[in-house]
């Protein structure tokens, strides 16, 4: 049976999770649906500090202490030709609780979400497809329509529908609202090893960012509990998939073998899983909100994982959201303008996240900012930590271009324009070992 709620959420990972718990601590009922039966495996391991503030909203900081995910102070940067930055600690430059951050696995942190929204009240169903957003004739969204376990279909109505469909976008598609970005078409490779390099004292749980020798792809390394490492490689589609090669395996080592300052991290290690890829297009939807509906997360965009942005961009639209909601359910006001008021605010800060890593790909160093403008430190990892909604940022921006070679451009920003046909790009795949779709 379904009771009628207040709000209607569409997905249950980080983005649905969040503007679920945060509505119903507000006195919102609050019916969230996921395909999935938790726990379920997913990519975006790698917490940055600015994910704490919603974390102490959603109550979940005591979990967390207790949990065995890795303790995160820094991220670090390897260039092309091997040098090791410094490392960017996340202390040296705020000087509070949040500044430690973790290295989660994904199955096991989206679940302990999840579980916190039950706790608060929200009607959870898992491994209940939705279908349909459903709108009336003055195209305000009023309902949901799902698929059950038994086969049937059911009509669920409500004031407002969330959008946490991560990136298969229900209403994105249904709406022809995605863009893909016109520089950002990565594809990506990982795997799990064990015994692996890692790290000492500070160091131990640091993200490390390593630039293959030919400046046109990089790695993650991500160390996990249980002496598990997260290691992907990332490059243009064309260049890690050529001619439509599909040998994961075959792609992955040769990335590997090309890149000395990766093998020695891997020297002695035993690959634990198998080859995981996915086709990272980065995109946006041409509206964060319409009348009765809002997206959220990766159902409103997508962004390259250069810099582990993506669970907090999810946690900070599913906080955003919940608050318009909320607000425009006490107003009475559930129109676009309401529910979406936060979209420019929140898109900016995208930009300067997109511009960062547009950047990298062109060539940027950390280390030649850094020793040209060493009074930028606090402000770059500012950017590093997710502080992104914020113009004050923008400082670093003006001395970056300042290193430019002559003729050099800055990277385009996010453009408007039609939305393409998704006919004409594959959709995101993410290839498990066990041949299915998380």
């Known amino acids: 049976m379904h009771s009628t709620p207040d709000v209607l959420v569409i997905g249950g990972g980080p983005a649905g999770s969040t503007v679920s718990t945060l509505l119903a601590q507000q006195g919102v009922s609050v019916a969230l649906y996921e395909r999935d039966h938790f726990p379920r495996f997913h990519i975006g391991e790698s917490l940055i500090p600015e994910t704490y503030w919603v974390l102490e909203r959603l109550g979940m900081l005591d979990e967390l202490k207790k949990s065995p995910f890795t303790h995160k102070h820094s991220v670090q940067f390897i260039s092309a030709n091997g040098r090791v930055s410094a490392p960017f600690y996340f202390w040296d430059n705020k000087p509070h609780e949040c500044s430690q951050t973790w290295q989660v696995v994904r199955s096991e942190f989206d679940l302990m979400l999840l579980n916190n929204a039950r706790r608060h009240g929200v009607q959870v169903h898992e491994g209940t497809h939705v279908t349909d957003v459903l709108f009336n004739d003055t195209d305000t969204a009023t309902g949901i329509r799902i698929r059950n376990q038994d086969g049937t279909t059911s009509d669920i109505p409500a004031k407002v529908v969330v959008d946490a469909s991560g990136q298969s976008g229900l209403l994105q598609h249904k709406r022809k609202l995605r863009v893909w970005d ?257």
């Open 182 to 438: 016109p520089e950002l078409n990565k594809g990506a490779i990982w795997t799990y090893w064990k015994g692996a390099f890692r790290d000492t004292g500070r160091n131990a749980g640091a993200t490390m960012v390593i630039q293959t020798p030919d400046r046109k792809g990089w790695f993650w390394y991500i160390p996990l509990h249980d002496d598990r490492v997260s290691v992907g490689i990332v490059r243009d589609f064309d260049s890690l998939f050529p001619a439509g090669n599909k040998d994961h395996e075959a792609i992955y080592q040769r990335e590997v073998d090309n890149c000395p300052g990766l093998q020695q991290r891997l020297n002695g290690a035993t690959r634990i899983t198998g080859y995981f890829a996915t086709r990272d297009y980065s995109y946006r939807s041409t509206q964060v909100s319409g009348n009765g509906w809002v997206l959220i997360g990766d159902a409103f965009a997508f962004l390259d994982p250069l810099y582990s942005s993506g669970v907090l961009l999810a946690l900070k639209s599913g906080q955003l959201a919940a608050d318009a909601i909320a607000d425009g359910l006490r107003k009475n006001d559930l129109s676009a303008a309401q529910l979406g008021h936060w979209g420019p605010a929140f898109t900016r800060g995208i930009d300067r996240m997109r511009r960062l890593v547009c950047e990298f790909y062109d060539g940027f160093s950390f280390g030649k900012l850094m020793r040209a403008n060493p009074e930028l430190r606090g402000t770059v990892t500012d950017l590093l930590i997710g502080d992104l909604f914020t113009d004050r940022v923008d400082s670093v921006w003006p001395p970056l271009e300042a290193l430019y070679p002559e003729g050099k451009q800055r990277p385009q920003s996010w453009f408007a324009g039609t939305p393409m046909d998704n006919a004409t790009h594959k959709q995101n795949e993410l290839v498990l070992p066990e041949g299915r779709r998380p």
